[in-house]
């Protein structure tokens, strides 16, 4: 019998990931592909679900829906603050990244969009949010999560602790 991807399974594949505009924006070898655990959302959900039931050597072209990806944009997250904000860095620039805390304690990726005189306009939205992700995915293994995998939620061991 062969296996088939069903929740609490380590899953090995390859992928290339586009936007609508078909720009690669994340892709796994062969060689060295990309493992998770089915069920344990360690993959956007709308990916978690277009591969369960796949066999290994399926080939599946997956389009996701930002609602069941990185979200929505939130217009909130986008703000302008003081230079001033960001002590000790003297050249601020669009497309640098800072962690933040947020005010439940999460932390959070804010990307710097634009400079002008001493105002700095941050986004705190995912970079993938508002677009539909278009991922080409190959199986190449599925065997059963170990306990361990299991309490720790990743996989271990070889392409394990790849922490996106």
Not at 52 to 76: F, S
Not at 127 to 145: C, K, M, N, Y
Request: proline content about 5%; hydrophobic content about 35%; cysteine-free.
């Amino acid at each position: 019998m062969s296996e088939i991807i069903a929740s609490g399974k380590v899953v090995g594949m390859s992928y290339s990931l586009r936007n609508d505009a078909g720009v690669i924006l994340d892709q796994a070898s062969t060689e060295e592909p990309f493992l998770y655990i089915q069920g344990a959302s360690q993959i956007v959900p709308g990916l978690e679900t277009g591969l369960e039931g796949l066999k290994i050597g399926e080939k599946k072209n997956v389009t996701i829906a930002p609602e069941d990806a990185y979200g929505p944009v939130h217009p909130g997250l986008k703000m302008t603050v003081k230079k001033d904000q960001f002590p000790g860095i003297n050249d601020i620039q669009a497309g640098m990244q800072f962690q933040a805390q947020s005010p439940e304690g999460h932390g959070m990726i804010f990307t710097i969009v634009g400079v002008a005189g001493d105002d700095v306009t941050i986004d705190g939205n995912h970079p993938l949010a508002g677009q539909t992700l278009h991922f080409t995915v190959e199986i190449l293994s599925i065997r059963d999560a170990t306990e361990e995998e299991k309490a720790h939620g990743h996989v271990h061991g070889p392409g394990g602790h790849h922490h996106h």
